[in-house]
């Protein structure tokens, strides 16, 4: 399995990534703090004060969701063994704006994927169709996985790299749902222990005053967006690794055709 090779190279470079996604994902943690507390402001306020608060949540979690670029995209550049030797911050962070057009359509494929889980919400539509774009959902991201890694590493179109997607994991989809799964199982349980560890002390905040668990609450959603964030990571690191390991196996199977 490539998740232990993910864990190696997570392990072996944990202060890189760290360093790379700290600033933008403690951001991403007080934004979120801040779509909290809206929504908890959401529910006293009046009918005409909650049409505009409706439209400032969408932009703030368009926001969020947005946001993640600025750690997913220099991660993945940082984790390219030919520039992995140079990377420090600024060169980094530098990559989200040298492949502007990239980091754009990858923030078109964020956006989209936004407006799908977003558009029911505020349209009277079947339930079964809600399970259906979920579905659609799901399937889109697992079919085309390595597109991130295939866009920012290589010098192809976009056409160009959802083809790649296809080439490469052909033969390999059923292992790689396997591994998914295996990811998401671990993931949950970690969190439901951690929600579990964090959350104890703060119920027990709940008997004092007001303003000690509103304090308690608010940095509980950033400390858990925090942790959210770093276990994602890995997932890109994972994601990488399997880009790597089928790419070489790709080019090894053209040298031996072409010899």
């Known amino acids: 399995m490539l998740l232990t090779k993910a864990w190696e190279m997570y ?16 951001v ?9 507390y809206l929504t908890f ?9 909650k049409d505009l608060m409706k439209i400032v949540l969408v932009l703030l979690n368009l926001l969020w969701w947005l946001g993640h670029l600025f750690w997913i995209v220099p991660l993945i550049y940082a984790l390219d063994s030919s520039v992995a030797s140079k990377v420090n911050l600024r060169t980094a962070f530098a990559s989200i704006f040298n492949n502007f057009h990239r980091s754009a359509t990858l923030a078109g494929i964020v956006m989209s994927i936004y407006l799908l889980y977003l558009i029911p919400t505020y349209i009277n539509v079947a339930f079964p169709l809600v399970i259906v774009l979920l579905l659609a959902t799901v399937f889109i991201l697992v079919w085309y996985a390595l597109f991130i890694p295939i866009w920012f590493l290589e010098d192809k179109s976009w056409r160009e790299s959802l083809a790649s997607c296809q080439v490469l994991i052909k033969g390999k989809r059923v292992s790689f749902v396997l591994e998914l799964v295996v990811i998401y199982v671990i993931f949950t349980v970690f969190k439901f ?15 004092l005053n007001m303003i000690s668990m509103n304090i308690a609450l608010y940095f509980l959603v950033i400390f858990m967006t925090l942790m959210q964030i770093i276990l994602a990571s890995f997932v890109i690191v994972w994601l990488y690794c399997y880009y790597r390991d089928l790419k070489a196996a790709s080019l090894s199977v053209v040298e031996r055709v072409e010899n």
């Not at 991403?28 to 909290?36: E, F, N, T």
């Not at 951690?194 to 008997?207: E, H, R, T, Y």
């Open 193 to 207: 222990l951690l929600n579990f560890i964090i959350g104890w002390p703060a119920q027990k905040l709940v008997g």
């Open 28 to 36: 991403l943690g007080i934004l979120k703090a801040v779509i909290v």
């Open 11 to 26: 392990r072996e470079n944990w202060f890189l990534y760290f360093k790379l996604t700290f600033l933008p994902i403690l």
């Open 41 to 49: 402001s959401f529910a006293h306020m009046d009918s005409g004060n």
